[in-house]
């Protein structure tokens, strides 16, 4: 893409903005130093130990803990923003330089994911502000649904009210479900023109609601004649079919719809999304071929109309060809729950993100990401390739059998901006899309392995954007105001942990896979300290292990009188309380920064522990069983909520529900634990003389009481779940296996006492 130096206004359409880090740094040093001292007081202080397991288990932990946090603070060390300025680049440039841009929608159930949702997402991409004939949108539908194609007739036919209408009155939020919702933007103009077509425009989308809502509550139904559209989804086994594609609306004005439903074959791996990704890449380049692709989940919406103008502010403000492989915008949450309750609303990662943008650039999280497609293509920065230099038989290992796909490519490697000659119109396109769609199409080509989304972890985004790092690019993130996504966050406290579940296994086994961050730094060229940062993300799994480890010492030492801290009268468990109180202040503070209430402090904290010692155990626990052949990876999608913005007000939301997942048991685990141990201290504290011998009761392990409670704090919600009712309690089963365990412990304990 040419870059537009000579220009008269010398103004940057893009900025990173280096942010002062002083304190931050200053904190997070005295953590470290008070962690370093805590360590060498435990060894030092080994052999004074009456019993020495749990003072070497703390050791085990602290010493984890410690490198964990040593990441942290590589990571956070320097912080950094990008701003984009549109303004300047419609001052800049022409419409007719923008590049063309594929857009890729995915789905994949469409009872887990509502058809609506997802029908919303294509309606605000359509919508966005930029030259509608640069544009194309491919949706990827995994569940081969009739409901979806129909669907997206539908919409596509509502869309040429819509696009034309938000275009005309600049309406900001694109997405209709969250527009004709929200009071604010209803008669902001007050012409009675505009009143008029807004009523128009409601009733049209309601119509179209009420369309798809109608169609997704009984099983669909249509002709299954030959000269139906739907012909092809007569009979269709949804994990055992043809491909199908369809071109839904070409050169009208909208950009291009097509649909896609990919071969599959239950002899043959589909690999989730990443397999999903690479037949939208392959049908694109075969149809549109635009250098240019963003992808979004089908439960994320454009929120902000001049995004794609955004992105052109990246694609035009940096100077340096080398300067970015991809760019994403943030993935942040409409109507998230209050305070977080589960937790997932990511905004804990704020100064993580902040942190590696000053790197080599954010990991890519597999959604509102702009990815270039030669860089897809498996180019590195300094590549070069001249038009016709690489061989018809390179290509075709590469990028497999299909001429058109072999063509698209080369086209793409050399960077050639010559558009193709005789555009053909895409459905005749079709057959060769077909092909490019086959579920064997992947074997022996470089598809999943170099090129494309990568196979072999079911977080297919982080590997895949590593692999991207790995090849010396660097990546960007900017979040303009208002923010250029939103989607929707897990509803319950069991699809949050399924999904942290899932990250957990994914980002783990890219540790085992030859795509180690430290290979690549070693071989490759990523950063040392990017290769730090993918270390602290892959490594969520196995911090369960010591958190749980962590979490039952207390309750192990009280059970059998021995101590993992200091006494309460020892000058040392200075350096306990000191971590204890400055972390946790250290954490309000940053989450004070971002304007968070107390309440959400705690919930991130507590809902830290409890995802670390549930879903990221399971997702550990997996990945171990993977390497021993026992287990395979499943993308388990997240189950989403169509709300609309006046959305209920039920008190009852945000409080945790349970099912039999088994996540579940180590959570009440241990809080048994932690309860039955205290219930023994108490015990003891009672039986004491406190006249005589104040000295003992200090020696009876005050500050593991302490920890005990914290703990139990913690799990306070799970505590209630034991007493809830109907979906609000934990199952009884749950219950009695956590039961079991915990007994087990106990007397385990008692056996080494
Ligand atoms: O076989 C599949 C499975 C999923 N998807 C799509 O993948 C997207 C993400 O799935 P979702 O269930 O929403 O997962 P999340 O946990 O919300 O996704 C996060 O984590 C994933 C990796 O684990 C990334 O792919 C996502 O981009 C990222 O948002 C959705 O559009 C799905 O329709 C498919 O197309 N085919
Ligand atoms: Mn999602």
């Given at each position: ?583 946790n202040a250290y954490f309000f503070w940053e989450c004070k920064r971002q304007g968070m209430s107390l309440r959400m402090w705690w919930n991130l904290q507590k809902m830290g522990r409890v995802t670390s010692m549930t879903a990221w155990l399971f997702g550990f626990l997996n990945v171990m069983l993977k390497l021993v052949g026992l287990s395979k990876s499943v993308f388990e999608i ?14 009852n939301v945000g409080r945790f529900t349970y099912n039999t997942s088994p996540m579940i048991i180590p959570g009440v685990f241990i809080l048994f634990v932690n309860m039955i141990a205290l219930v023994n201290g108490v015990l003891r504290l009672l039986k004491v003389d406190y006249n005589d011998i104040w000295m003992e009761v200090l020696g009876l392990g005050l500050g593991e009481m ?48």
């Open positions: 893409m040419a870059i537009n130096t000579q220009d008269s206004t010398c103004l940057p359409l893009q900025e990173k903005i280096v942010h002062n880090n002083k304190t931050a740094r200053a904190v997070e040093l005295v953590i470290l130093a008070f962690l370093v001292s805590m360590l060498i007081y435990r060894v030092v202080s080994f052999k004074d130990q009456e019993h020495s397991l749990p003072w070497f288990l703390a050791l085990l932990c602290e010493l984890w803990f410690t490198f964990i946090w040593i990441l942290t603070v590589c990571i956070k060390w320097n912080q950094c923003s990008t701003k984009t300025y549109p303004d300047r680049l419609l001052k800049r440039l022409n419409e007719f330089e923008f590049p063309t841009i594929d857009i890729f929608v995915t789905t994949a159930d469409p009872i887990l994911e509502p058809c609506i949702i997802t029908m919303n997402t294509i309606l605000s991409l359509l919508a966005v502000d930029y030259p509608a004939d640069k544009l194309a949108l491919y949706l990827s539908d995994d569940a081969c649904s009739p409901l979806i194609y129909y669907s997206l007739v539908e919409t596509t036919m509502f869309a040429k009210l819509w696009v034309p209408f938000c275009k005309k009155y600049n309406i900001q939020v694109r997405a209709p479900f969250r527009y004709f919702t929200s009071k604010s933007s209803r008669f902001k103009d007050v012409s009675l023109e505009f009143q008029h077509e807004w009523k128009t425009m409601k009733n049209e989308y309601d119509d179209l609601y009420n369309k798809i809502e109608v169609a997704s509550q009984r099983p669909f139904t249509f002709t299954c004649d030959h000269n139906s559209d739907f012909a092809d989804f007569c009979d269709v086994n949804r994990s055992d079919h043809l491909a199908i594609i369809k071109v839904i609306s070409e050169s009208t004005g909208l950009p291009h719809v097509i649909y896609i439903s990919r071969e599959k074959n239950s002899q043959h791996h589909h690999h989730y999304k990443a397999g999903a990704m690479n037949v939208l890449t392959r049908v694109s380049g075969v149809m549109t071929n635009a250098p240019l692709m963003l992808n979004v989940d089908c439960d994320m919406y454009a929120n902000n109309p001049q995004v794609f103008l955004h992105a052109m502010c990246i694609v035009f403000g940096h100077k340096n060809d080398q300067d970015w492989g991809f760019f994403e915008f943030p993935q942040a949450f409409y109507d998230g729950l209050k305070d977080d309750p589960f937790g997932n609303q990511l905004d804990n990662l704020y100064y993580v993100e902040n942190g590696i943008a000053a790197l080599q650039g954010p990991f890519y999280g597999g959604s509102n990401c702009f990815h270039r497609r030669k860089v897809i293509y498996g180019l590195s920065p300094n590549d070069k390739i001249k038009n016709g230099s690489i061989g018809n038989e390179d290509l075709h290992k590469v990028f497999g059998n299909s001429h058109e796909m072999r063509e698209s490519a080369a086209q793409i490697l050399s960077g050639s901006n010559a558009k193709i000659e005789n555009q053909k119109s895409l459905s005749s396109l079709i057959e060769a899309a077909i092909h490019v769609a086959g579920c064997t199409y992947d074997y022996g080509t470089d598809w999943g392995k170099k090129v494309g989304w990568l196979y072999g972890s079911v977080a297919e985004d982080i590997l895949t954007g590593l692999n991207i790092h790995g090849r010396g690019w660097k990546s960007v993130v900017c979040s303009p105001d208002p923010l250029a996504f939103l989607g929707c966050a897990p509803p319950t406290l069991v699809s949050s942990l399924t999904q942290q579940k899932r990250w957990a296994d994914g980002v783990l086994e890219i540790l085992f896979s030859d795509k180690n961050p430290l290979l690549l730094t070693i071989k490759g060229n990523l950063w040392f300290r990017q290769a730090l940062a993918y270390y602290w993300i892959c490594l969520w799994g196995p911090r369960s292990i010591p958190e749980l480890c962590y979490a039952s010492l207390p309750a192990y030492c009280i059970i059998t009188g021995s101590n993992f801290l200091p006494k309460i009268n020892e000058r040392p468990i200075i350096i306990q309380v000191g971590i204890f109180i400055i972390y997240t189950q989403k909520e169509y709300k609309s913005i006046d959305g209920d007000d039920d008190k302490f920890c005990s409670v914290w703990v139990m704090v913690c799990f306070w919600e799970f505590l209630k779940g034991l007493f809830g009712n109907g979906k609000y309690g934990i199952p009884y089963p749950s219950i009695w296996k956590s039961g079991v365990l915990a007994f087990f412990f106990v007397h385990l304990c008692r056996s080494f006492s």
